[in-house]
C-alpha cells in the first residue's frame, strides 16, 4: 500500500516565478507526494516540475557538514567533481571552524584591500527575508553595494525600462488577465516551457475567443492556438515594434486622450518613427508589411490588449531598447492601467520579483530606492541604526563586472549564497577562471555545485521545503512558503547561516525568527508596508502595493496615474542595435539558449529530481530538420557547437519550431554546459548579457 501522510505542509513550488501554490505530504521527514493548491496564480494546477521535482531534497549528494578546501587542493577551473571525489578537494569542518575561516578571511580583505575588493550573489532562490539579510550584510558588514543576484541575467532590462518609462519595474497587470483580454501578445517567451500554469490561462484564454498574438523567432507549443504567429528574424525586436507603432501612429489608431493626460515624450517618439514603415522593415525582421499592419490595428482598437514578455526580449544589448518599445506600445494605445491590459515581464525564478524588491541589487536599496540619492540614503542609515555617512554613495558591480573585475585583481573575496555563476554566466569558463582566480570563496548551497567546487568554505544550507520564508510571484503577489520538512545532517537554514557570518564580521545581529527579519523589512519598503505576517498566515498570499494594513493590495495598477514625476509615463524612442557577435563565415549558424521544461536553470536541483531526470537525461541541442540534413547528422547523434569562447558536444533533436540558421540550447547540463559558449557583452544600461545571440559553428560528432 502506498504511504499515509503523516502531516500536510501549505507551501509554493520553488521553480518559477508563477507561483504556484501547492501542499507537501509528509511521512517521517520524508515528502512523498505534492499536491496543487487553490492559490490566486494556480487554482490547483501544477507543471511536471512542482508536482514532481521534489525528491532533490533527499538526494544522497545534498550538503550535509561544511567543508574546506584541502591546503594541497588547488582550484582547477576545469574540473568537474565526481560527488564520490569530494574528500580529495575537501574536508570535512565543525561549523565554528568553517564560520570562523568563512568570515574571518572575508573580514580580513574588507580591512587590508578594501570594501569594494569584496562582492556577494544572493539568490532568487532564496526567500525575501534571506534576500533582504544578504543585500544589509554587504551592504553594512562588506562596506559596499557590491551585491547582486541572477536578475542581471533575467529581467534586468526589462526592468531599467520600466522604471524609466513608468516609475515601477514589476508587473501592471497579474497573469490571470489574461483570461479579461481581447488581445494576448507573448513576445520572447515559451510559456509552456518555462512558466507552464500561467500557459494553461493563456491556452484557456485562447480557446475563449482571444486573439493570442505570439511574436517569436522560435515556434513552442503555444503557437498552435496563435491568431498569428509573428516569426521575427532573431535580433530583430526593434525593427517589428517600430514598424507596428508606425503603423498605429499613421493611421490615427493611437489613444491621443490618454497619450496627452498621461504621458510625456510622445513628440520625440512620433519623430523617431519615421524612417520605420512596416514596407521597410519587413525585409529586416522578415515579418510581412501587411501582418504588421494587421497585427498593429488589431492590438491597438481592441478593447483591452496585454503584452507579456520573457527573455528573448530582455536577453540582448538592447534588452532595454526591446522593452522600451514595448512600453511604448501599450502607452500610445492606452492599453494598460485597466483588467486584460498592461505589461507583465514574466519572472523567472520563483523569487526573482521579491529578491530584487528586497534590495538584492548593486544599484538600489530595498523597493528600488537609490543608493546614490542621500536622502535615501540617510533614511537607510536610520532604519539600519548607523553613523550618517556610513553608507556607500555609488552602485556596486554587477554580475558581468564582477568576473572581469576579478580578473583585473580588483575583487579578491565573494560570499555566494545559492547561485551557481559557473554555469549560468556567459563565457562560463572565464567566469570559472575568475571565481577560481579568488583569495577567498565561500559559498552557501544545497549541493556541490559548479561554483562551489571552487570555493575555499562551502556551507550546507536548507532545501526549500526545509525553511519558512515569503516569496514574492510574478504577479507581485507575497507568498507564504512553510517549512515542511528538516535539513540533512549538518545543514542550517539560510537566515541563520547569514546571521552567524553578519556577527562573526561584526554586525550586531539578533533575528529570532524569519518574521523578525520579514517586519524590519517592511518599515523599509513601502510597497509592503501594510502587509504583516499574520496576515501572510492567514491568507497566505497578499499582492502589493499594500501601503498600509488592512489594504487589500492592487493586483492591476497604473489606472489612475502612474509611480513618476507628475504621475506621467515617458516614451523613450530606441532604434536598431545589432547583437554584439553576428553570423560571418567561421560562426556562420545564431544559437539561442533556455530552458526545458523538466529542468531548472542550472539543474542542480531538477537533474537530481528522479522523475524530471529520467524525462529529460541528456543534454540536446534543437535544430532544423534541414539543418540537420546539412550538417550530414540523424537525430539523436552527437554535434560540437563551437564559439570564439568555447564548445561543447551534445545530441541532436529535430525542431521545426527552430528556425534555420539557429539552434536551441538549454543551460541546465553541467556536461555540455553551453554558456561556455554564449557571449558575454551586455546591455550599456541593464548589463544584461546577450544570452539569447552568439554566433557559433555546428559540425557532426
Ligand atoms: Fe512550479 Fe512554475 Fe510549474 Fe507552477 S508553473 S508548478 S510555479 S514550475
Not at 543608493?371 to 540617510?378: L, Q
Not at 532545501?463 to 504577479?475: H, I, R, S, V, W
Not at 545589432?578 to 539558449?593: G, K, N
Request: charged residues 25%; contains cysteine.
Amino acid at each position: 500500500a502506498l504511504p499515509v501522510p503523516d502531516k500536510k505542509v501549505d507551501s509554493v513550488c520553488p521553480y518559477c516565478g508563477v507561483g504556484c501554490q501547492l501542499t507537501y505530504n509528509v511521512k517521517d521527514n520524508k515528502i512523498l507526494y505534492v499536491e496543487g493548491r487553490d492559490g490566486p496564480a494556480n487554482h490547483g494546477r501544477l507543471c511536471v516540475k512542482g508536482r514532481y521535482g521534489f525528491d532533490y531534497a533527499h538526494h544522497p549528494h545534498r550538503l550535509t557538514t561544511p567543508l574546506i578546501r584541502r591546503a594541497d587542493a588547488p582550484k582547477d577551473p576545469k574540473l568537474v567533481l565526481d560527488p564520490d571525489r569530494v574528500h580529495e578537494v575537501f574536508r570535512e569542518a565543525t561549523w565554528e571552524e568553517a564560520l570562523a575561516l568563512a568570515a574571518g578571511k572575508l573580514k580580513d580583505i574588507r580591512d587590508t584591500k578594501g570594501p569594494k575588493t569584496l562582492v556577494g550573489f544572493g539568490s532568487a532562490k532564496g526567500s525575501n527575508e534571506e534576500a533582504y539579510l544578504f543585500q544589509k550584510l554587504v551592504r553594512t558588514g562588506f562596506g559596499s553595494n557590491n551585491v547582486d543576484h541572477c536578475t542581471r541575467l533575467c529581467h534586468a532590462s526589462s526592468v531599467a525600462a520600466l522604471l524609466e518609462g513608468i516609475g515601477s519595474g514589476a508587473v501592471s497587470n497579474p497573469v490571470m488577465d489574461v483570461t479579461q483580454a481581447e488581445v494576448i501578445v507573448v513576445i520572447g517567451s515559451n510559456p509552456t516551457v518555462n512558466h507552464p500554469v500561467a500557459a494553461t490561462w493563456m491556452k484557456n484564454a485562447a480557446k475563449n475567443g482571444a486573439k493570442l498574438v505570439i511574436m517569436d523567432p522560435r515556434q513552442g507549443e503555444l503557437t498552435r492556438l496563435a491568431w498569428r504567429h509573428m516569426q521575427f528574424k532573431p535580433d530583430t525586436d526593434v525593427a517589428m515594434l517600430n514598424a507596428m507603432m508606425h503603423v498605429i501612429v499613421h493611421e490615427g489608431l493611437v489613444d491621443q486622450a490618454f497619450i496627452e493626460s498621461r504621458t510625456i515624450g510622445y513628440d520625440e517618439l512620433k519623430k523617431n518613427l519615421v524612417g520605420y514603415s512596416p514596407e521597410e522593415m519587413a525585409p529586416v525582421c522578415g515579418v510581412p508589411a501587411e501582418t504588421l499592419r494587421e497585427v498593429a490595428r488589431t492590438f491597438a482598437t481592441s478593447r483591452a490588449s496585454m503584452i507579456l514578455w520573457g527573455m528573448g526580449v530582455s536577453q540582448h544589448v538592447h534588452g532595454t531598447d526591446n522593452a522600451r518599445c514595448l512600453i511604448a506600445l501599450s502607452l500610445m494605445t492606452g492599453q494598460i492601467g485597466r483588467p486584460g491590459t498592461g505589461l507583465h515581464p514574466l519572472r523567472g525564478q520563483n523569487n526573482v520579483q521579491g529578491a530584487s524588491d528586497a534590495g538584492l541589487i548593486p544599484m538600489m536599496y530595498p523597493d528600488y530606492q537609490k543608493v546614490a540619492d542621500p536622502e535615501v540614503r540617510a533614511r537607510f542609515e536610520q532604519h539600519w541604526k548607523l553613523q550618517p555617512g556610513t553608507l556607500d554613495d555609488q552602485p556596486g558591480l554587477t554580475v558581468i563586472e564582477v568576473m572581469h573585475a576579478i580578473t583585473a585583481g580588483k575583487v579578491s573575496g565573494m560570499y555566494i549564497m545559492g547561485e551557481n555563476p559557473a554555469m549560468s554566466d556567459p563565457d562560463a569558463d572565464h567566469a570559472r577562471e575568475a571565481l577560481a582566480k579568488l583569495d577567498h570563496l565561500v559559498v552557501q548551497d544545497i549541493f556541490l555545485t559548479e561554483t562551489a567546487v571552487l570555493a575555499d568554505v562551502v556551507l550546507p544550507a536548507s532545501a526549500f521545503p526545509e525553511k519558512t520564508g515569503t516569496f514574492t510571484n510574478t504577479d507581485r503577489l507575497v507568498q507564504l512558503g512553510r517549512q515542511a520538512i528538516d535539513p540533512p545532517g549538518q545543514a542550517k537554514q539560510d537566515l541563520w547561516i547569514i546571521q552567524e557570518i553578519a556577527r562573526r564580521i561584526g554586525l550586531d545581529w539578533n533575528y529570532r525568527h524569519v518574521s523578525e527579519a520579514f517586519d524590519e523589512m517592511r518599515h523599509t519598503m513601502p510597497s509592503i508596508a501594510g502587509i504583516t505576517w499574520d496576515r501572510l498566515e492567514r491568507e497566505h498570499a497578499v499582492t502589493y502595493p499594500c501601503t498600509k494594513e488592512g489594504d487589500p493590495g492592487d493586483p492591476v495598477v497604473f489606472i489612475e496615474d502612474f509611480p513618476r514625476e507628475g504621475g506621467k509615463a515617458r516614451f523613450v524612442p530606441a532604434d536598431i542595435v545589432p547583437a554584439a557577435e553576428r553570423p560571418d563565415a567561421q560562426y556562420p549558424m545564431v544559437l539561442i539558449t533556455g530552458r526545458q521544461l523538466e529542468h531548472w536553470h542550472t539543474g542542480s536541483m531538477t537533474r537530481r529530481a528522479t522523475v524530471l531526470d529520467a524525462i529529460e537525461p541528456d543534454p540536446t541541442v534543437l535544430v532544423h530538420p534541414l539543418d540537420i540534413a546539412a550538417l550530414g547528422v540523424k537525430p539523436g547523434e552527437l554535434v560540437t557547437i563551437e564559439s570564439r569562447r568555447g564548445k561543447v558536444s551534445l545530441y541532436a533533436r529535430v525542431d521545426e519550431g527552430t528556425p534555420r540558421g539557429s539552434v536551441f540550447v538549454p543551460f541546465c547540463y553541467y556536461e555540455a554546459a553551453i554558456n561556455k559558449v554564449t557571449n558575454d557583452k551586455f546591455d550599456p544600461v541593464a548589463k544584461i548579457p546577450e544570452l539569447k545571440y552568439c554566433a557559433v559553428r555546428v559540425t557532426a560528432g
